[in-house]
């Protein structure tokens, strides 16, 4: 399964990270974010894009800050 994040979308190319969510595909996040943010389509491709997260090489079992070894 892949992990879906979602980005706010700025006319200057910044972007920050609002949420995500693990689900098989592109299609099936978008309608999940559109959802939470109740928005339209239209509305919502005109402030939020949806992007592949990747996952990282360090190791998994480590979490914020190192605290879960």
């Known amino acids: 399964m892949s992990k879906w994040a979602l980005y706010t979308r700025y006319s200057n190319e910044n972007r ?3 949420m995500s969510i693990a689900l098989p595909s592109r299609a099936e996040a978008r309608a999940y ?3 939470i943010k109740r928005l339209s389509a239209d509305q919502f491709d005109k402030i939020y ?3 592949l997260m990747e ?13 879960n070894q």
Do not use: A, H, R, W
């Open 16 to 18: 920050s990270y609002v």
């Open 33 to 35: 974010f559109m959802g």
């Open 49 to 51: 894009q949806i992007d």
């Open 55 to 67: 996952e990282s090489d360090s190791n998994s079992k480590k979490g914020l800050l190192f605290g």
